[in-house]
């Protein structure tokens, strides 16, 4: 049986940053940047969402939701806290940003952080859901299920992971952008211009948002790279960005 990934909780220095993965993803999205943060005396905790990670992608959609991808945001941040670190930023990764994002809004205590590639504030055209389907297959092939058996399990989950999605999409206009305008630390934002799962352009539009209400955003544009910054081209430029964020926000 194949090892799935885990969640990691890297105890290095007094300053804790919390990193969220992307939907269908793990904390393996964001252990290259942990190991870097790691090396630079930060303690790195990265949870993992309900339903990801077990090896087969109908749990993200059968346990997964909204409601509960913030429950275990919260229960992350608390995770932190009762070890007693009190220096805490957040980030996320696609949908871990939205959810990084609503911690900022929701707790003061917080003293900053942001979003990679993360659709904040969402339009109608996006490719997660054949990303979905396509890790899906690759899942089930893992575990030895040839084409006929993966058939109805993929026509199952193509219109639940469309209904979760829409879920997703409705919980972030509802619940995430009206807390926006409670945001008050200085907020990091990173896109990849060629992403291929996201509208790129959505990232300089919060970005505008929040300078509009006397937000300080740190904006971070990457023109040739894709979705997951976190280990593509942009990585090391991402993790300097990160690092130089952080010296603003710990003092």
Known sequence: MLKQ??????????????LLHAYSGSANDVRMLARVLERANYSVYAPQFTGHATGDPRDIVTQGSPAKWWEDTQRAISFVRQKGY??????????????????LADDPELLGGGIFSSPVLPTATTAVAAMFIQRSRQLLTRQHLDAAAQAPI?????????????AVGQFTRTVIQPQLAHLTRPYFIAQGGQDELIDATGAARLRDQLQTQ??????HWYPTAGHVLT????????EQAVLTYLKTIYK
């Not at 006397?214 to 904006?219: N, R, S």
Request: hydrophobic share 55%; glycine share 8%.
């Open 231 to 238: 280990v593509n081209a942009a990585h090391h430029q991402l």
């Open 214 to 219: 006397g937000l300080p955003v740190d904006y």
């Open 5 to 18: 990934p885990e969640p990691f909780f890297f105890e290095h220095g007094d300053q804790v940053v919390i």
């Open 154 to 166: 993929i026509a199952a989950l193509k219109p639940a992971v469309a209904a979760q999605l829409t």
């Open 86 to 103: 009190t220096k805490v930023s957040i980030f996320g990764l696609s949908l871990g940003g939205l959810f990084a994002t609503l911690a």
